[in-house]
């Protein structure tokens, strides 16, 4: 089996695209429908809201097709070759419509711009998390390749945090609005050229069995299957609920620091923190997932990030700033480990349903897995709007009036409800989620010992027929990782 620091960084580079492409979605693209485009929120708000359920249907999809896809350059590897110009010009057109006035065009024009960047994303995205169990069949060598990963993912988001702002005003001047339509371009055709890049780098650095299982057919019948798998439910339990808790964080963290603390002006120098740390702990956290398995993390970060989130209760506008430095820091520890569990667990998961059904079905779960987390992430920030509105908080004005006025005054903006509403919404979510991820984790039992029988077990499928040669306590083991019995092993769903 080929290795090395080659492969571990051919293998990373995909998620450049991945932790930065949407960060930058997420931190500029409302605000250029809006302000530069001269969309209405309402509009804008449809645009994505359409571009999401797109991108979500169309995940486990292309999963399936991944599966049953035969190619010179493999089931998975095809894809990058075949994403590097739909990732470049759907970046780009995200950003640009070409001149377009009619309102009604633009709306429809950038509607489709939206669900052809989340087909790109979709087409590189899903084959990309299901190749790695090609890739090494070792438990902690995944651990590594995905630490890789995860440092790489931590470190374009980062740099994304920052420098595309930078190119905005550089070149289209400081004051958001129309003005920034070529500063937004210049921004869209670097970054596409970047990302595109990424894919060619991860082509090469990366590489696939050749054994292939039966192809599996496309039914909805097949892609619910996965829930036979106890280990994947228990999985869905711990990784929905720490990426929500993630998500629905950063769509708080500006308005807790801007409303409750009223720290707007030190925003970067704090998230910037957690964004560093998080890169930094990435490290540490790898060393315990060898030592201790891939879930273990989880155990220290999680209760680090809930006692951070209980003493952001007692935090307010007469908190110093190196204060909120140090609570990003704790955040980061949880941020981190639960990054790295998350997804380094996702890659074992395959090897428990090979052992299920004696196919290799990555793609279906990487799909099923994608569309399952996006959909959740959507309808819990979609709650959490309708949570805010009813605090009196409008986010659409509230952009308006950050981006066009230059003497906004969020302690005027916001009255005490709204406050006190948004510091118990970012207290609260986080405790409650990161407890339930603690729970799931506890009761996921797939480990380093279990993982090697499983695949001693799949080799004697595979020669023998069976698994009668192993010992009592081994079949035990896999029935409990599997939660199925013996005897139905090796069978098609």
Known sequence: MKSGLKYKLGYASGDIYGGAAFLVFSMLYMNFLILVEGISPVAASAIIF??????????????????????????????FL???????????????????ENMTAKIIYHCF?????????????????????????????RTDYTTARMLMSAGASLVAAVVPSMIIKTVGGPVNGPAQKTGYLVMALVLAAVFASCWVATFFGTFEKKDYSACTRM???????????????FFLGFFLSFQIAVDLMLALFIFYIDLVVLKYQSYELVMGTLLVLSLVFMVFQGMLARKWGKVFPLFIGMPVWILASVIFLFIDSSTPVFVLCLMAALVAVGSSAGNLSTWSTLIDIYDVDEIMTGTRREGIYSGFTTFIR??????AVFVL??????????????????????????SIYAGAQLVQGIKWLF???PVVLLSLTLYFAARYKLNNRRFDTLHKGIALFKSKGSI??????????????????????????
Do not use: H
Not at 121 to 134: E, G, H, K, R, W
């Open 468 to 493: 009668d040669s192993l010992d009592a306590a081994e079949i035990a083991d896999i029935e409990l990782v599997t939660g199925i019995k013996k005897s139905e092993l090796w069978t098609r769903c």
């Open 427 to 429: 207290v609260i979510i």
């Open 374 to 379: 996006k959909s959740a992430s959507g309808v």
């Open 50 to 79: 359409i571009g999401k359920i797109w991108d979500a249907v169309t995940d486990p999809i292309v999963g399936n097709i991944s599966d049953r896809t035969r190619s010179r350059f493999g089931r998975r590897r095809i894809y």
């Open 219 to 233: 039914t909805i019948r097949e892609w619910l299957s996965v829930f036979r798998n106890r280990s994947y439910r």
């Open 113 to 141: 711009a939206y669900m052809f960047f989340g087909t790109a994303f979709t087409i590189v995205m899903v084959p990309y998390n299901a190749i790695l169990s090609d890739m090494t069949a070792d438990y902690n060598e």
């Open 385 to 410: 709007g309708i949570g805010l509105k009813g605090l009196g908080f409008d986010q659409n004005q509230y952009n308006l009036l950050k981006a066009s006025s230059v003497n906004f005054d969020p």
């Open 82 to 100: 075949i994403g590097i110009g739909p990732v470049f010009l759907s970046f780009i057109m995200l950003f640009y419509s070409f001149g377009i």
